[in-house]
Each structure stands twice: as C-alpha cells, then as structure tokens.
C-alpha cells in the first residue's frame, strides 16, 4: 500500500491551497482517512479527517478555513485550506487506515508535501 500526497508548495498569505493524496495498491477497504502536518520543533498534529461515509472533524486551528473530502472510488482524499497564515507552514501528511481481512485495519502514511506561506 502507498500513498502519495501533492499539492504543496509555497502560497502568500491569504492565499489557498489544495493538497490531494492517493492510496495505492492492495486495498480491500479504506476507514478513516486524514491529514496531518508536522511543524520544525512540533509534535504531528491532526488538521482533519473524513470517514467513508463522509462525515468530517476538523482541528480549531483551521476549522472554517478548511474543507477535507474524499472520493471512495478514486481511493483519494484532498484538502483545500484557504486564507493561509505563516503558522499553517508545515510538512503536510495524509494518512488512511487501511482494511484488511475481518474488522482489523492497518494505518499507512504518505511521505509529506512542504506547505510554506510566506508573511
């Protein structure tokens, strides 16, 4: 299983991003899936989740700036952030919990995208 995230780069504050993530490989079910980021000197820390059937969580940091969704098909799940501050730079990471046989699910990770926003 792997996944791959995209989208980061580096955005002016007040500006947007959207960062897409896809699984791949032997996938049977995928649970909850999220993002993370991880700041120089911080702990890794939850954005967001949605679950398979869509319902969301969202950390006050960037909740009603943040939109997290998923297509179950397309095995995906992006997040768009908009009106970025300094602060939401980070090492972006999506993970998914991945299902195997039976009720038991495996978490895997992508490598993580650089977001900066410059002041």
């Known amino acids: 299983v792997q996944l791959v995230e995209s989208g980061g780069g580096l955005v002016q504050t007040g500006g947007s991003l959207r960062l897409s993530c896809a699984a791949s490989?032997?996938?049977?079910?995928?649970?909850?899936m999220g993002w993370y980021r991880q700041a120089p000197g911080n702990r890794r820390e939850l954005v967001a989740t949605?679950?398979?059937?869509?319902?969301?969580n969202y950390a006050g940091s960037v909740k009603l700036r943040a939109t997290i969704s998923r297509d179950n098909a397309k095995k995906t799940v992006s997040l768009q952030v908009n009106r970025l501050k300094p602060e939401d730079t980070a090492v972006y990471y999506c993970d998914a919990e991945i299902g195997t046989n039976g009720n038991s699910y495996t978490i895997y990770w992508g490598q993580g995208t650089q977001v900066a926003v410059s002041s």
């Open positions: 949605v679950t398979s059937s869509g319902h969301t």
């Open positions: 490989g032997n996938i049977p079910k995928i649970g909850v």
